[in-house]
């Protein structure tokens, strides 16, 4: 068994439950799992050391929420300037005109940028499969990377003619996705301590799916033991269209329709009120926070500050690159950050400020409580070896010794320099190490311009 020790870091920030910062921290990592932590003096001996003098070191980041697949239609001048609604209707029929190898390259490029942004853990929301794509092309994509996935089948059943948002041409038959959660559970999911790929239940919205589909996924996946994700209370709109529809908000619809509880995370939930936040605290639902997209589309500040009061389990989420244009985690820690105290102002919402280690906690030890896993999140002995690193000899961060920690979230970090995943090396030197990234881009390129001219 091979032994890898991290060594001799400017400060090793763990985030474990006490928040353990140690200033010259090494970490021991055997066959993809820490083995020890502590400072570098007391490190024990290894077949391999890496020098990490002069950087600041923290768990890897998790997504808990994306859509890799719209990397294709970043910036697409039609959806520029439009709120949800307009935006999705603007989309859905580029998106309809995606073939499988567009799904596996959008998949890889997505997890390439993540990467190099500090992201190790992501879990990608698809809900659309035209022209015979399938999760399996995800898969194909992620696989190539080497970043831990959790991934989803995702679907829509509620069409335009049925008086739902989506075109009819991108939903399908509530019996085939039904059929398709089984084989994609069956075929990729990994349960196991340490797996670096899981299967997810996650139908779209309350305007794009059948009371019926929530109600049979939510049964699906409580039998198989999986976890349940959807879009819920992202705008005015859809709180308008569930009073319209359902004839209750949108948490209560979530409610009748069986999701509540531990095993289920809600993206964006912005238009969320007091009653509705203890409800959620009580069941352990979660919340996916998507701060940047919020803003690109004129959602609104979700209540994050109220949810981690109350005890509502948050991540962070960058969306989908069609809505934030970008799949950069440690930009997304520093916007909750600023997002979260500008709802602090006292003609906004008043009270404490968020702090910056708060912010990075959302995108460590919070992502791992929303999707379920205390086998990441935080450097600990027993844990997995999910672990970034950051030189602060960049012009970024220069000034910033005085507390390098926070520095992450105040300042504009850009790239990361080193990253390990379940121990193996993904990013090296601010470089990827797992594929031609150069070769990927073009592709995606060539991709992104055949859609776009439809």
């Not at 959008?106 to 022209?131: I, K, M, R």
């Not at 085939?176 to 670096?196: C, K, N, V, W």
Request: proline share 5%.
């Amino acid at each position: 068994m091979t032994k890898l020790l991290l060594h001799d870091a400017e400060v090793l920030a763990t985030f474990d439950g006490a928040g353990q910062e140690i200033a010259g921290g090494s970490i021991l990592i055997e066959d993809g799992w820490i083995s020890w932590v502590g400072p570098a003096a007391d490190a024990p001996a290894a077949d391999e050391v890496v020098d990490l003098d002069g950087h600041v070191v923290l768990p890897g980041l998790i997504n808990t929420h994306h859509h890799l697949y719209q990397t294709l239609t970043r910036v697409v001048p039609a959806a520029q300037d439009a709120g949800l609604f307009d935006w999705l209707t603007t989309l859905y029929p580029i998106w309809a005109r995606m073939q499988p190898d567009d799904v596996r390259i959008a998949t890889t490029v997505g997890l390439a940028e993540l990467a190099l942004s500090g992201c190790t853990t992501v879990f990608d929301h698809q809900y659309l499969w035209p022209n015979g794509s399938r999760l399996d092309h995800q898969v194909e994509g992620a696989t190539a990377i080497g970043l831990r996935v959790h991934l989803s089948r995702g679907g829509m059943t509620l069409g335009e003619s049925d008086g739902g948002l989506p075109p009819d041409s991108v939903v399908e038959t509530h019996d085939a996705i039904l059929e398709d959660y089984s084989r994609t559970f069956e075929a990729f999911h990994d349960g196991q301590p340490g797996s670096m790929l899981q299967i997810v239940i996650a139908p779209c919205s309350p305007f794009s799916v059948t009371p019926e589909l929530m109600r049979d996924s939510a049964e699906f996946a409580r039998e198989a033991g999986l976890r349940l994700h959807t879009h819920l209370a992202e705008t005015a709109d859809e709180d308008e269209f569930c009073r319209a529809t359902y004839g209750v908000r949108p948490v209560a619809y979530a409610e009748r329709v069986g999701w509540a509880g531990d095993d289920v995370w809600l993206a964006h939930a912005v238009h969320v009120v007091t009653d509705e936040i203890e409800r959620m605290a009580a069941a352990g639902t979660g919340v996916a926070h998507c701060p940047t997209s919020n803003m690109r589309l004129a959602s609104g500040i979700a209540p994050v500050r109220q949810y981690l009061r109350a005890g509502v389990p948050v991540g962070l989420g960058v969306d989908g690159s069609a809505s934030n244009d970008s799949s950069n985690m440690l930009a997304e820690v520093r916007q909750a950050l600023l997002l979260n105290r500008l709802a602090a102002a006292p003609d906004v919402g008043g009270g404490p400020i968020m702090a910056a280690r708060t912010a990075l906690g959302l995108a460590t030890r919070g992502g791992a409580a929303v999707l379920g896993r205390t086998d990441i999140g935080s450097i600990e002995v027993g844990k997995a070896a999910d672990i970034i690193a950051i030189d602060l000899d960049r012009p970024g961060l220069s000034g910033a010794r005085h507390d390098p920690v926070a520095a992450l979230a105040l300042c504009d970090v850009g790239r990361i320099d080193h990253s390990w995943v379940h121990g193996r090396r993904v990013v090296a030197d601010g470089e990827l190490t797992t594929i031609e990234l150069r070769v990927a881009i073009e592709q995606h390129n060539a991709a992104a311009a055949r859609i776009a001219a439809g």
